[in-house]
């Protein structure tokens, strides 16, 4: 209906984003009325979202005519922002930020690396940074998944935790559990998508191949190719934030330091 | 009750204290805790009696002093090790999921050990317990699984039992069971005992010594009966 109004790119874009973003608060205001308050952090988000991808919009233009070297630094970038996004995710655990990048340069950066070296994916800017980016964006909500599911646990099972350590146990094994149910809880969603690939959705790669002219049997397997490596990088992220993680709420002397009111 | 023994101490704490964003937990304590003796720690809820007794296994860091095990300043001993010599027995069980065997194997499993089937009974039969073994712990009642929770301190073999207000969390009747269990297994292997409790008469009944704990600061240490009705 919007293409009856708008014959310029510039502000049917503009307004499919301002009825998305709509449709979004409705949401918001449903769940207001369950005493959910969700109103100025999906606003901010929204807003922040939209300038975010528009800039990043802009600076791809200039890096498609750039070297390849470039998208080095753009994923290098991604990444300390990804770590900054879901270190807010283990509130009071110390060195959050640090464990999160580190997490995610190892999971995506390695994941990248291994796979440019291999030839999956093209060297080419507008290869590289697309799918590196879904690497990284993949990698990060998987960090903050683990890291959010981590610390509800411990939260919820201090007694536990100190139990085992009243009984002569490392402060590792105390953990252990809540290390597992952390790591394989963050990868749901990536098995999901796996699992449901074509059938509950058609992701947006696929379409752009296909928009873009490709066989539709190689995007489809790119498709595929693209989730594999998704879940190579989250898995590896997780692995690592989570063993990271558990070292930092024990003291030295292997007391809990992560506990509620503290 | 059994009148306090002369034994040297086994535990000692030098001026311990602990101090969290300046509220005052434990402040200056000094007392010991001699071979064989129960020392009941008596006092109102927030007088820092279970916060002493968490500085005592090195659950939480003193912000001032130490403890001394058998003439060891505790911070020179691993706290995998002070904590299996040192064992605790929470308000709450804490039972872990399974069977009250895989229970009672938890602590001896840290350092790579198995303990024999006959070792388990004989542990299940000192709390009143025997064949209880293969219980999956979901079963227990709330005096059972304590009781298994002092079983499963005693396969750690500690110097000391530290009891953390063990009965309060009871009814009237299990309450009953857990006292005459402690009371049996200290009477019977002269275990040396702290116990936490804010019931006097448990502390009458159990300890040879008390230690009234007010704000934090000791307030009176001696025989029971004198310092109780004091």
Request: a positive charge; proline letters at 4%.
């Amino acid at each position: 209906m919007l293409k009856y109004f708008s014959t310029n790119q510039l502000y049917l874009g503009l307004e499919q984003a301002l009825i998305a973003a709509m449709a979004a608060m409705l949401v918001v205001l449903l769940a207001r009325k369950r005493g959910i308050h969700l109103e100025s952090e999906t606003l901010i988000a929204m807003v922040r979202g939209l300038i975010q991808i528009v800039a990043v919009g802009s600076i791809l233009l200039l890096l498609l005519r750039g070297p390849r070297w470039t998208s080095g630094f753009l994923l290098a970038g991604m990444i300390v922002a990804a770590g900054a996004t879901s270190a807010r995710r283990a509130k009071g655990i110390p060195d959050a930020f640090r464990v999160s990048a580190c997490s995610i340069a190892f999971g995506a950066g390695s994941v990248i690396a291994l796979m440019t070296w291999l030839g999956v994916i093209d060297t080419a800017v507008t290869a590289l940074v697309p799918v590196g980016s879904m690497l990284i964006a993949n990698s990060m909500n998987t960090n903050g998944l683990a890291l959010n599911r981590f610390r509800a646990d411990v939260l919820a099972h201090v007694g536990e935790i100190e139990t085992a350590l009243a009984l002569g146990a490392e402060a590792k094994n105390s953990v252990s559990p809540y290390v597992q149910a952390a790591f394989e809880a963050s990868l749901i969603p990536a098995i999901d998508s796996l699992r449901s690939l074509g059938i509950v959705w058609i992701p947006g790669l696929m379409a752009g191949m296909l928009l873009s002219g490709a066989r539709p049997v190689y995007a489809a397997i790119y498709q595929f190719v693209v989730l594999a490596m998704i879940f190579a990088a989250s898995g590896l992220t997780s692995l690592v934030s989570t063993l990271l993680i558990r070292d930092r709420i024990f003291t030295a002397a292997q007391q809990l330091s992560l506990q509620p009111g503290r | 009750m059994t009148p306090p023994p002369t034994s040297d101490p086994i535990l000692r704490t030098e001026h311990l204290g602990r101090v969290v964003q300046e509220k005052v937990l434990v402040e200056d304590a000094t007392f010991e805790v001699r071979t064989g003796e129960v020392l009941a720690i008596v006092g109102p809820s927030g007088s820092g009696k279970s916060s002493l007794l968490r500085l005592l296994n090195r659950l939480d860091e003193p912000t001032s002093g130490t403890v001394y095990v058998e003439k060891t300043d505790y911070r020179q001993i691993a706290p995998t090790d002070l904590r299996r010599k040192l064992g605790m027995v929470n308000q709450r069980p804490y039972l872990f999921p399974g069977t009250v065997e895989q229970n009672l194997q938890f602590g001896p499993a840290q350092r790579g050990e198995s303990l024999a089937q006959n070792s388990i009974e004989q542990l299940l039969a000192r709390v009143g317990l025997k064949g209880y073994a293969g219980r999956n712990i979901a079963n227990l009642s709330g005096g059972e699984a304590q009781r298994v929770s002092v079983a499963r301190t005693l396969a750690n073999s500690p110097l000391v039992l530290l009891l953390d207000e063990p009965t309060s969390a009871l009814d009237e009747t299990s309450k009953l069971e857990v006292e005459s269990t402690i009371q049996k297994i200290v009477r019977d292997q002269e275990l040396t005992c702290v116990l936490v409790t804010h019931d006097t008469a448990q502390a009458a009944r159990l300890a040879g010594r008390a230690l009234i704990l007010e704000a934090g600061r000791i307030a009176r240490l001696g025989p029971t009966n004198e310092v109780l009705h004091a």
